[in-house]
């Protein structure tokens, strides 16, 4: 489009043939002029042929070419086409095993590019820069309009000369040419064609808002008022608009009289601007900007800050932008402006929620690509409306089936964007006491619909072929328990024992029995549960034992629990992975997704590389608790029973151990697959290793396979594409005006530590944000 063509590197030279020279000749005279080793390389002759419509550029390659070359150049000399300009011929060159060339490949850069100018003629008879300005400034009617400047004039651009040629509809970064004259003739002048600013992000320190000159072009009409305003800032004066049309824009200073003016146009055909005129002399007396800039607008200071808020998580608040701006600009601005630039820097990072609903279709097809046996699913009402979403990554799906306790911890959290909704979230615990996701999914709110479908979900995705060996730990959310019994009928469903502590602190019972309830449910023995439990009947009316009652022995108690859930009491890992999510649960929905996907990548790559580095047989938690247990076990007293039973005293805490079923009286072998102290000491009597009592779960050989698989990211051009299909619509609800709330409400019968100030010792602040004036002598 346009004809409009770029040159990277190269130079210019100049020279003299005649009407009838060869083909071969002229080849061999450009390799002679130019130094290059015709053996070893070839060279690719192109001119573009001067028309007033687009056209790909003529390959010179045998003698008919050559003289169709020359006789076009010999046209340009004639009194009739003294304006028209002449046509350089451009040189790429190339070791001769390269692939052949193809004009239409606009992204090939050569490594040597030199440029050899138009034949026939001297290179004195090139337009200069002037001679075009003054083609652009022919075509001005008597009021100076402008609008259709293009349509008036083909050329938009001279076409200087170069190595390559670069289609207009590229984007690209032009260079500055010099076209070196032949010595013979003229010294030769440096020609600046332009330069193109397709950066995102501006930053006032930066060359680009510093240098503005004529030829410079930029991608759009916003992108060049951006720039200029950002010269403004930059220089401490203000501008008036004083037309503006699609294909013009002229800026003057704001003082009345001054001089200062600045002219872009339209290139025809094409959305970039070009600086046809800049006059950059003030004849005005300018004064230091006190209050305010009429060019510091919101836009333009978000684009400013937008380096600011990359990443997740990122502290800068609208009085920080204030005090910026006003110290290294002396501009001041409003909170009003100062929150509205830090919502287009957001909005330009993020993109809208809106449009962020209509990028997750495509976005999961991406992933699912890339990632092979990745599971989502999308689901929404018949207006196309979000409902629900779920996601497990292949790498780790698998790592859970071969590596993985069998133990599934669920919880939900709420998210903080525009719609809100609930965060699901399924996790394991890896052999390492690491934190391992499992499944994610986001809903409407923790009700029992949104529960069942994101269960029904993790059951085809896990595909647990015996549910009676699955364990499902949660707090007591009735919609839980409804799902998991409806789902995953014969499972485990445990509850977490903190949860249950926390309900009896809001329900007001005496916090005298909370050690005691703690201890029960964490005791290996039957015989000590009870023990326990006998102490809580009488205490506060016997109240705390009817709801410990309710809840069920079996749901929270180690030592009756009809389950294994092996040393898995809390849902604290799922707790953990969303205040780690914390910041994340504020983005938009496919933010939000890339930023799971992310943090997964993360941890697959470091706790891979740390488990390579692991030469224990055992993970580095349970080689830890091993080993204080076999220091323990060595001063034991073991009385052999048969080849593989021992009776080991240990105090009250007797065990008799069965090696051969990994099983032992106290019931810890039984429970956490890992030996107890009574087993080691059967070991070192036995005089064998005690690595083949440990479940596989805890080796560092399941570590490694767990985290084998890389997992892999999506472009940033994928996660901001729209699926080709129906277009997802964000849910109908959305969160209610005013300020959100940033800090979360603590949960009945939660407690919140209090800080203390280590500056002034009072409660309720830390040593930063302390207020207390310093005593200058110390008091007592």
Same mark, same amino acid.
């Given at each position: ?8 590197g190269?130079?210019?030279?100049? @020279? ?26 070839? =060279? ?8 007033? @419509? ?8 045998n ?42 490949? &606009?992204?090939?850069?050569? +490594? ?11 290179i004195?008879d ?6 075009f300005?003054?083609?652009?400034? /022919? ?38 040419v ?15 064609v ?35 305003? %950002?010269? &403004? ?21 704001l /003082? ?27 004849t ?34 609208p ?29 330009? =990072? ?9 990028? %997750? ?11 092979p ?15 629900? @979403? ?25 998210? !903080? ?15 390492? +006491?690491?934190?391992?996701p ?10 029992? /619909? ?9 059951r ?24 998991v019994?409806?789902?995953? *009928?014969?499972s485990?469903?445990?509850?977490c ?11 007001? @019972? ?8 703690? !201890?029960?449910?964490k ?27 309710? /809840? ?7 030592? #009756? ?28 929905? $496919?933010? =939000? ?24 047989? #055992? ?20 009385q052999?029973i ?10 009250d ?6 090696l ?21 000491? &059967? ?12 479940s596989?779960?805890? $080796?560092?050989?399941? #570590? ?10 999506? $472009? ?16 109908? $609800? ?10 979360r ?27 207390? *004036?310093?005593a =200058?002598?110390?008091?007592?």
């Open positions: 489009m346009g004809g409009i063509y770029k040159f990277i190269g130079t210019g030279k100049g @020279f003299v043939v005649n009407e009838s020279i060869s083909y071969e000749d002229f080849l061999e005279k450009i390799y002679k002029i130019t130094g290059i080793d015709r053996t070893s390389n070839e =060279l690719l002759m192109k001119f573009v042929y001067n028309t007033h @419509f687009h056209m790909e550029p003529l390959v010179v390659s003698e008919d070419d050559l003289q169709f070359f020359l006789r076009q150049n010999d046209d340009a000399r004639r009194p009739d086409a003294s304006r028209k300009p002449g046509t350089p011929l451009c040189i790429t060159v190339r070791p001769k095993e390269h692939q052949q060339f193809h004009s239409q490949d &606009a992204s090939y850069v050569p +490594e040597t590019q030199p440029f050899v100018g138009r034949a026939r003629n001297r004195d090139f337009p200069s820069l002037s001679q300005e003054e083609d652009f400034d /022919a075509v001005r009617d008597g009021q100076g309009r402008e609008d259709n400047i293009n349509d008036e004039y083909d050329d938009d651009i001279p076409f200087v000369g170069g190595a390559s040629y670069v289609p207009e509809t590229q984007p690209f970064v032009v260079d500055d010099a076209a070196t004259n032949d010595p013979n003739t003229q010294t030769g002048e440096n020609i600046q332009g330069q193109y600013s397709g950066s995102n992000t501006i930053d006032l320190n930066s060359e680009s808002s510093d240098t503005f000159d004529v030829g410079v072009i930029f991608t759009n009409k916003k992108e060049l008022h951006k720039h200029i305003s %950002l010269y &403004a800032i930059k220089k401490n004066f203000q501008f008036r608009v004083t037309r503006s049309t699609k294909s013009l824009l002229v800026v003057e200073c /003082a009345s009289g001054c001089q200062w003016r600045m002219r872009g146009i339209k290139l025809k055909e094409t959305e970039l601007f070009l600086v046809k005129k800049f006059n950059d002399t003030h005005c007396s300018l004064e230091f900007v006190n209050h305010g800039h009429k060019q510091a607008s919101g836009r333009v200071i978000g684009d400013c800050i937008r380096a600011r808020y990359e990443g997740v998580g990122r502290v800068y608040r009085n920080d932008i204030i005090q910026d701006i006003r110290r290294e600009y002396g501009i001041n601005i409003t909170y009003d402006k100062a929150w509205r630039a830090r919502e287009c820097a957001l909005y330009s =990072l993020r993109g809208s929620p809106e449009e962020s609903f209509a990028y %997750l279709p495509h976005y999961c097809a991406v992933l699912e690509n890339n990632n046996g990745t599971i989502t699913h999308i689901e929404s009402n018949d207006d196309n409306r979000f409902k629900y @979403f779920f996601m497990a990554i292949g790498a780790s799906l698998r790592g859970f089936h071969s590596s993985m306790r069998p133990v599934i911890v669920v919880d939900g959290t709420h998210l !903080k964007g525009k719609y809100l909704g609930t965060l699901f979230v399924a996790t394991a615990l890896d052999g390492n +006491e690491q934190i391992y499992v499944a994610f999914g986001i809903g409407d709110s923790e009700n029992n /619909a949104s529960w069942q479908w994101f269960f029904e979900k993790l085809d995705a896990i595909t647990v072929e015996d549910f009676s060996r699955l364990c499902i730990i949660s707090d007591r959310n009735p919609s839980i328990d409804r799902a019994s409806l789902v995953l *009928p014969g485990f469903h445990g509850a024992i903190v949860h249950i502590q926390r309900n009896m602190k809001a329900k007001g @019972f005496n916090e005298s029995i909370i050690p005691i309830y703690l !201890k029960a449910a005791v290996y023995r039957t015989s000590e549960f009870e023990h326990l439990m006998n102490q809580l009947r009488n205490v506060d009316g016997g109240r705390p034992y009817a709801y410990l009652v309710e /809840a069920g022995f079996h749901r929270w108690s180690r030592a #009756l629990s009809s389950g294994k859930r092996y040393s898995i009491m809390t849902t604290n890992i799922a707790e953990c992975l969303n205040a780690i999510l914390r910041d994340a649960r504020s983005l938009p929905i $496919t933010m =939000l997704v890339e930023q799971l996907r992310a943090k997964l990548q993360e941890w697959f790559s470091a706790r891979r590389n740390n488990a390579a580095s692991v030469t224990s047989y #055992l993970c580095c938690e349970c080689d830890k608790e091993v080993r204080k247990r076999s220091n323990r076990s060595q001063r034991l007293n073991v052999p048969s080849h593989s039973e021992y009776y080991v005293r240990d105090g805490q007797d065990g008799q151990v069965d051969q079923n990994k099983t032992c009286s106290c019931r810890v072998f039984d429970l956490d697959q890992l030996p107890c102290v009574h087993a080691l000491a &059967a070991c070192r009597v036995r005089n064998i290793s005690f690595n083949s009592l440990c596989p779960y805890y $080796t560092n050989e399941a #570590l490694m396979l767990a985290y084998a698989e890389a997992i892999y990211p999506v $472009t940033i051009e994928d996660q901001r594409k729209v699926s080709e299909d129906n277009v997802l619509l964000p849910p109908a $609800t959305r969160r209610q005006g005013g300020r959100p709330r940033q800090r409400i603590p949960s009945s019968g939660e407690t919140i530590a209090m800080r203390i100030c280590s500056r002034c010792r009072q409660r309720g602040h830390n040593r930063q944000t302390c207020k207390e *004036p310093i =200058l002598t110390p008091t007592s």
